[in-house]
């Protein structure tokens, strides 16, 4: 009984051609992938936050001018006793206060007379912020007791310390903000938004808060924002 032989080149032929079929597919797929994978669009997301300072600094210097050291010596340390007395009565505890360093410079004027100038510095440090601004407001006081202020005299510095539990909800608005710019350029474009390809995570920056116009820092004022802004490149389906 002879043995029944399926011819063979009709088999590999078929099997080559379901391989050319399928490998055809999965190119075309992949091709079809990859063009989509190249479809992103990059945007910026902005989240802002009104804050208040929780800190505030003012560095007082006080300067006694003259040629009789021994009279100066005794009028710095007036003028220091009467600096500190004045941010005790505005309610302001010792640990609050610090007693800086005295600084003594002088020079001989043209008729060989001594001039000296002595300064001596006090610093509030609290974070009694809107008592220091209080306090701040009524430095003339100090001045009417005789006390005169060296030329380089500090304003009160107002800053906000608390940056890093602001920072998650704020990082959560800017994406959301960046993701609704991203829905409109796709709507736009026909198309869909899917995740996120890349970002990039902004400085966060502290300025002046809106229609304050008590500086142009945002440290002198204790009304101030936060600001972010991100980077983002989002995938379109």
Known sequence: MSETRLPLLPIAATIIALGLIIGGWLLGDGLTRARHADRAVTVRGLAEQDVTADLAT?????????????????????????VMAFLEAQGFSDAEIESGGISVSQYVDGNGRPNITIRRRIQLRTTKVMEARTAFSRQAELMRQGIVFDSDQGGMIYSFTRLNDVKPPMIAAATKNAREGAEQFAKDSGSGVGDIKSAAQGY????????DSSGSTASSSPYQKVRVVTTIDFYLD
């Open 204 to 211: 966060f920056s502290i300025i002046p808060r809106d229609g």
């Open 58 to 82: 003012w560095t007082i210097s006080t300067s006694a001018v003259g040629n009789d050291l021994g009279a100066l010596q005794a009028k710095a340390d007036t003028d220091g006793n009467r």
